[in-house]
């Protein structure tokens, strides 16, 4: 299957400050990575919808204003959480569709904010 | 209602039985139908699509009926390996061009 990267793996960082979270697609073109979100012992919840070259579409409930998503090229998308706060510990982790629509995901970013 | 629900166990199945997952789902617009893996702190990985005809692949069956929009996975002869949660997942009225919808998971243990 495709290959997608997520950089960094794990992120400890201080409550106020930013985290900037990196998807790649290795081996081929994505014009559509989602981002989602897993707390512990819940589901995946879906964020948002990156598209390149254009503006995030994001699920309700979700601030557009504290995850900024940019989807420069075909291949990068990435997730910025503004302002972290404790709550915003979690594991997220990023798909890029393929051709036929499947997704692939990349291994997540653990955010622990102290 | 939560969109997709599952029975979250855990499941703790001596190695070699025969293992049964249920799931159902509530948007009825909904077009695709997959069961993930997802092992502990990792990401979910494909296990495989579930087709109205019903599909099989190795030990693994999955079923799907569109009418009590209700998904089934079977595991036979199951192995230590399978030790992991089991992701139902299903996508909207977009296909495959909107994200996906996953369930809570269900947690299986496969005991030696």
């Known amino acids: 299957g495709a290959v997608v990267s997520q950089h960094p793996s794990r992120v400890i960082c201080k409550s106020g400050t930013s985290v900037k979270i990196e998807c790649r697609s290795l081996?081929?073109?994505?014009?559509?990575m989602f981002w989602y979100r897993q707390f512990p012992k819940q589901s995946l919840m879906l964020m948002a919808t990156?598209?390149?070259?254009?503006?995030?579409?994001?699920e309700q409930g979700v601030e557009k204003d504290k995850f900024l998503i940019n989807h420069a090229s075909l291949t990068l998308s990435t997730l910025t959480v503004t302002s972290a706060h404790p709550e915003d510990s979690s594991f997220y982790i990023c798909?890029?569709?393929?051709?036929?629509?499947?997704?692939?995901f990349g291994p997540g970013t653990r955010l622990t904010v102290l | 209602r939560k969109e997709v629900e599952q029975d979250p166990g855990p499941f703790n199945v001596p190695e070699g039985a025969t293992v049964a997952f249920n799931c159902t789902y509530s948007?009825?617009?909904?077009?695709?139908f997959f069961w993930y893996r997802q092992d502990c702190r990792k990401e979910p990985k494909l296990l495989m699509s579930?087709?109205?005809s019903g599909n099989e692949d190795g030990r693994f069956t999955a079923q799907l009926n569109r009418a009590s929009q209700y998904i089934s996975l079977l595991i036979r002869d199951s192995k230590l390996s399978d030790s992991a949660t089991y992701l139902c997942?299903?996508?909207?009225?977009?296909?495959?061009?909107?994200?996906?919808?996953f369930g809570k998971g269900t947690h299986l243990i496969i005991q030696p």
């Open positions: 997942v299903v996508t909207g009225s977009g296909g495959g061009a909107d994200g996906l919808t």
């Open positions: 990156s598209n390149e070259g254009s503006k995030a579409t994001y």
């Open positions: 081996d081929f073109q994505a014009t559509t």
């Open positions: 948007n009825s617009a909904s077009q695709s």
């Open positions: 798909s890029a569709r393929g051709e036929d629509f499947e997704q692939f």
């Open positions: 579930v087709y109205s």
